[in-house]
Nanobody
C-alpha cells in the first residue's frame, strides 16, 4: 500500500521560500498523477498544484509564477518549491495521489 510522507514545512517571513517534499513508499510511483493541496483554518482544502505522470503541471491561480511542482520518479519523491511566500499561503500542505493523503506539513508565513 502506498504511503505519502511530507516534509519541509516551517515558519518563514513574507517574501521567503520553502521547499516541500513528499516521499512515497510502495510501487509504481512514476505511474501516478500527484498533487499538493492545502487547508487553512476555517477554509476548505484546495488544490495548489498537480503533476501528471509525464510531467505536465497545473497550478491554482493564487500560486502561479511563485510555486513550482516537480517529481523525481527515481527517488519516488515529489516537490513543491514555494517562492515569494505571502501570509495568505499559511496552511497545512498535503501530498495527494489517488485516494491516498499524507499527514500534512504546516507552513506559516509571517508578515
Amino acid at each position: 500500500q502506498v504511503q505519502l510522507v511530507e516534509s519541509g514545512g516551517g515558519l518563514v517571513q513574507a517574501g521567503g521560500s520553502l521547499r516541500l517534499s513528499c516521499a512515497a513508499s510502495g510501487s509504481a510511483f512514476g505511474s501516478r498523477p500527484m498533487g499538493w493541496y492545502r487547508q487553512a483554518p476555517v477554509k476548505e482544502r484546495e488544490r495548489v498544484a498537480a503533476i501528471s505522470t509525464d510531467g505536465r503541471t497545473n497550478y491554482a491561480d493564487s500560486v502561479k509564477g511563485r510555486f513550482t511542482i516537480s517529481r523525481d520518479n527515481a527517488k519516488s519523491t515529489m516537490y513543491l518549491q514555494m517562492n515569494s511566500l505571502k501570509p495568505e499561503d499559511t496552511a497545512v500542505y498535503y501530498c495527494h495521489s489517488g485516494l491516498i493523503w499524507g499527514q500534512g506539513t504546516q507552513v506559516t508565513v509571517s508578515s
